[in-house]
T-cell receptor, first 109, second 116 residues
Framework: GENVEQHPSTLSVQEGDSAVIKCTYSDSASNYFPWYKQELGKGPQLIID?????GEKKDQRIAVTLNKTAKHFSLHITETQPEDSAVYFC????????FGSGTRLQVQP | NAGVTQTPKFQVLKTGQSMTLQCAQDMNHNSMYWYRQDPGMGLRLIYY???????DKGEVPNGYNVSRLNKREFSLRLESAAPSQTSVYFCASSEQTSWPSNYEQYFGPGTRLTVT
């Protein structure tokens, strides 16, 4: 089945800096790649997603890039703010969603 | 709209006890899911239901049963709880009507279960 690896497991940045989280997947047939944000004590919430026919997608300060040849995709957050502090999960889907192990992002004021 | 609601929020069980986790959604979604979240392992799919009366096994179904009572409600039952089932359980729903799973999933707040 699908295997998704996510790095780093923790990331600390200063407010205003950029943050990058990277994921690799194993199943070349996967065609949907969402990113979820989970705040403490809450369920995950979709922040952005990308499909295999698109190489990059941007939504305000958040962008995702996809390299299907290398089977990896990344989340980029620019101008980070303290409210961006959370755990971020990538996922890949050919059938069911397979999630990465998560990245705890801490934005220092 | 409440979105996806789960009860209870917290539960402590002794090994061998049984319990049912309840989930309901008010978004008229077709698909519902149960996941478990363990430290350092992301979320893993336990069961999935594409419509009332249908269920499919996910990655980690052993030790669990599910019931899709109607379009709104999807319950998860532990018949004989084991310490390995200590986890946070999330219910989710989406507009998806069949595989692949490429629609946004909306998650509930979770149930934290401890089995001693």
């Amino acid at each position: 089945g699908e295997n998704v690896e996510q790095h780093p497991s923790t990331l600390s940045v200063q407010e205003g800096d950029s943050a990058v989280i990277k994921c690799t997947y194993s199943d070349s047939a996967s065609n949907y790649f969402p990113w979820y944000k989970q705040e403490l004590g809450k369920g995950p919430q979709l922040i952005i997603d990308i499909r295999s026919n698109v190489g990059e997608k941007k939504d305000q300060r958040i962008a995702v890039t996809l390299n299907k040849t290398a089977k990896h995709f990344s989340l980029h957050i620019t101008e980070t703010q303290p409210e961006d502090s959370a755990v971020y999960f990538c996922a890949a889907s050919r059938r069911a969603l397979t999630f990465g192990s998560g990245t705890r992002l801490q934005v220092q004021p | 709209n409440a979105g996806v609601t789960q009860t209870p929020k917290f539960q402590v069980l002794k090994t061998g006890q049984s319990m049912t986790l309840q989930c309901a959604q008010d978004m008229n979604h077709n698909s519902m899911y149960w996941y478990r979240q363990d430290p350092g392992m992301g979320l893993r799919l336990i069961y999935y239901s594409a419509s009332e009366g249908t269920t499919d096994k996910g990655e980690v179904p052993n030790g669990y049963n599910v019931s899709r009572l109607n379009k709104r409600e999807f319950s998860l039952r532990l018949e004989s709880a084991a310490p390995s089932q200590t986890s946070v359980y999330f219910c989710a729903s989406s507009e998806q009507t069949s595989w692949p799973s490429n629609y946004e999933q909306y998650f509930g707040p979770g149930t934290r279960l401890t089995v001693t």
